[in-house]
C-alpha cells in the first residue's frame, strides 16, 4: 500500500507563489502517476497537474503556465509550485497516486491541505 501525505498550503495572498509537497511511502513500484487535484466547495475536484512514471506531465486548463509539477524519485516527494495566485486558487489541494493494475488499480489519495487566497 501506499500512503500520501501533503504539505505546504495555507493563508496566501493574491499574486503570491505556492509550493506544495507531498510525501509518499510504501511499495512506490505499484505506482504509475502522482499528482495534484484540487477541489472549491461545490465544485468537483479538478486536475491541477499530473506526472507519469516516464516523466510525462499532465497539467489542468485552468493552470496554464502558471503551475510546475515535479518528482523527486529519491525521496519519493512530489512538489507542486503555483505562481501568480489568485482568489479563485482557494481550494482544497489533494495529492493523488494513480496505481498499476498489477497492484489492484485504482486511485489513493492524500487527506488533502488547504490553500485560502485572499485578494
Known amino acids: 500500500q501506499v500512503q500520501l501525505v501533503e504539505s505546504g498550503g495555507g493563508l496566501m495572498q493574491a499574486g503570491e507563489s505556492l509550493r506544495l509537497s507531498c510525501t509518499a511511502s510504501?511499495?512506490?513500484?505499484?505506482?504509475?502517476?502522482m499528482g495534484w487535484y484540487r477541489q472549491i466547495p461545490g465544485k468537483q475536484r479538478e486536475l491541477v497537474a499530473r506526472?507519469?512514471?516516464?516523466?510525462?506531465?499532465n497539467y489542468g486548463d485552468f493552470v496554464k503556465d502558471r503551475a510546475t509539477v515535479s518528482r523527486d524519485n529519491t525521496k519519493n516527494i512530489l512538489s507542486l509550485r503555483m505562481h501568480s495566485l489568485k482568489p479563485e486558487d482557494t481550494a482544497a489541494y489533494y495529492c493523488?497516486?494513480?496505481?498499476?493494475?498489477?497492484?489492484?488499480?485504482?486511485?489513493?489519495w492524500g487527506q488533502g491541505t488547504q490553500v485560502t487566497v485572499s485578494s
Open positions: 493523488n497516486a494513480r496505481i498499476y493494475i498489477t497492484y489492484g488499480g485504482g486511485e489513493l
Open positions: 506526472i507519469w512514471k516516464n516523466g510525462t506531465e
Open positions: 510504501g511499495n512506490m513500484a505499484a505506482v504509475k502517476a
